[in-house]
């Protein structure tokens, strides 16, 4: 499934973020791709173990921390460290599908990549071009998002950035290890989530049928969960 997750980061975050990123080192974007994706990919890279990629990183993360719409969506078990990538003068990245297993450098930690993220940080207003295609079983869908708003899909879909032809496009991007491997399972569990909070605010927390819809829920997560 395919989830917007508004809101990750605020005004104030935001312009923080973007004169950082203005006054950072960019290297070239392949510095962390894998043999298809180097093919395939024309763009900039916020240095991984640079002091301004640590600290937005952490924004971001504190950012998801608060979003109980990722909670529920992703159901997170481990979050690659945040990159940031920068698309301008017909920057673009071609259609790839991402690496199952990815490794953060110089250290021990991996994850699989269940879910793909993209958090926008420059307005659309101010670039051309820089559309997310993410291609599924439902058909080729296009994201744009305004600066703040992410996107989360599954890692196993094949997606590309259009070509950037005016201004610059910034976005953090990473990845995701759920709880709950199989796609399918985390879209019948984030349904129910969401019905069971929607009954919740008719009903109220104590009714009944909310405490086993409820009940019904964590046993599907005990059932389906790596943890």
Same mark, same amino acid.
């Given at each position: ?124 207003? #101010?670039?051309?071009?820089? !559309? *997310?295609?993410? &291609? ?5 869908? @296009? %994201?744009?998002?305004?600066? =703040? ?43 129910? #989530?969401?019905?069971?909070? !929607? *009954?919740?605010? &008719? ?5 009944? @049928? %909310?405490?086993?819809?409820? =009940? ?12």
């Amino acid at each position: 499934m395919m989830i917007a997750i508004p809101g990750v980061l605020d005004a104030a975050q935001l312009a923080q973020a973007r004169a950082m990123l203005d006054a950072a080192p960019w290297e070239d974007g392949n510095a962390t791709s894998g043999s298809q994706s180097a093919l395939a990919k024309r763009n900039q890279q916020l240095p991984e173990g640079s002091a301004a990629a640590r600290e937005l990183g952490q924004m971001v993360l504190d950012g998801l921390g608060r979003s109980a719409l990722f909670i529920s969506a992703a159901l997170p078990l481990k979050v690659f460290p945040p990159l940031f990538n920068r698309y301008a003068g017909g920057g673009r990245f071609d259609t790839h599908v991402d690496n199952a297993i990815r490794y953060q450098r110089g250290s021990d930690f991996r994850i699989r990549s269940d879910l793909s993220a993209t958090l926008f940080l420059s307005d659309p207003a #101010d670039y051309d071009g820089g !559309a *997310l295609v993410v &291609e599924d079983t439902y058909g080729t869908h @296009e %994201v744009k998002l305004p600066a =703040g708003d992410m996107i989360l899909y599954p890692a196993s879909s094949l997606h590309h950035v259009t070509s950037v032809t005016r201004g610059a496009r910034t976005a953090s991007f990473f990845w995701i290890q759920s709880m709950v491997r199989d796609d399918g399972q985390r879209r019948t569990l984030f349904d129910l #989530d969401t019905a069971v909070q !929607a *009954l919740a605010g &008719e009903l109220g927390q104590e009714h009944k @049928e %909310v405490i086993r819809l409820t =009940g019904i829920y964590h046993n599907l997560l005990r059932r389906w969960a790596e943890a």
